[in-house]
């Protein structure tokens, strides 16, 4: 069993920067690979960026170059950290995990830019 809980989304101006954070209890050995997605109001949910156990990453080509993902085993921890937000980043995002228990998923946190 994985818990997921995401901290940090909140109200910023285009171009500003939000980090957020994914705190995650349980067995956190057991996750090889850990996401973010986001989901705007009417749309599907998309993938943001994921990093695997190895410390692997892929972003979705909207954010390549804007947002980092990063992983911190010791806390049991990943984090998103967004830079030059525009209004098209507002979205609700949660925090995903894969492994060997299966797949998870935050409560979500929201982000909202505005223009």
């Known amino acids: 069993q994985v818990h997921l809980v995401e901290s940090g989304g909140g109200l910023v101006q285009a171009g500003g920067s939000l980090r957020l954070s994914c705190a995650a209890s349980?067995?956190?050995?057991?996750?090889?690979?850990m996401g973010w997605y986001r989901q705007a109001p009417g749309k599907q949910r998309d993938l943001v960026a994921r990093?695997?156990?190895?410390?692997?990453?892929n972003y979705a080509g909207s954010v390549k170059g804007r947002f980092t993902i990063s992983r911190d085993n010791a806390k049991n921890t990943v984090y998103l950290r967004m830079n030059s937000l525009k209004p098209e980043d507002t979205a609700v995002y949660y925090c995903?995990?894969?492994?060997?228990?299966?797949?998870?998923w935050g409560q979500g946190t929201q982000v909202t830019v505005s223009s």
């Open positions: 990093i695997t156990s190895s410390g692997s990453t």
């Open positions: 995903n995990s894969q492994g060997v228990y299966g797949v998870y």
């Open positions: 349980g067995s956190f050995a057991s996750i090889n690979t």
